[in-house]
């Protein structure tokens, strides 16, 4: 029995995904996704596996435990990471390259981070106004 394990991170949502054979069924945290209740981040979540084809979506179950960050971080956690299984099941570079022309963020992921908040400042970079000029 085949079974792939997979990470995604998106700032500082980490999911991880495991994929192994079944009939297309997909959870998040124990959730079935059909029932995950933001709409948006289901879409989101759902790319790779609309992208990928029913023939590949219906070999396979895959459940993701994500946690961290916001709730479009984990679902581009999400994505990554099940996007990347995917791939690693099929073995498919066109599936690779389809991947990366629709968005390479979909595989590489997106190294930006929020920038610490400064002592004595009320955000990263936001400082007190003078009033004398």
Not at 23 to 47: C, D, Q, S, T
Not at 52 to 74: E, H, L, T
Not at 90 to 116: A, H, I, N, V, W
């Amino acid at each position: 029995m085949k079974i792939i394990i997979t990470s995604g991170k998106r700032k500082t949502a980490v999911a991880r995904a495991i994929l192994k054979p079944g009939k297309g069924r997909v959870h998040i945290n124990n959730i079935p996704l059909e029932f995950y209740p933001i709409e948006m981040a289901r879409w989101k979540i759902m790319e790779p596996l609309l992208l990928a084809g029913d023939d590949i979506r219906n070999q396979i179950d895959i459940s993701v435990n994500v946690k961290g960050g916001g709730v479009m971080a984990q679902a581009d956690a999400i994505r990554t990471a099940v996007a990347r299984g995917l791939i690693e099941w099929s073995g498919s570079e066109e599936l690779k390259k389809l991947f990366l022309e629709y968005d390479k963020t979909m595989l590489s992921g997106d190294p930006r981070q929020t920038e610490p908040k400064k002592f004595a400042r009320y955000s990263a970079r936001r400082r007190w106004q003078k009033s004398y000029r």
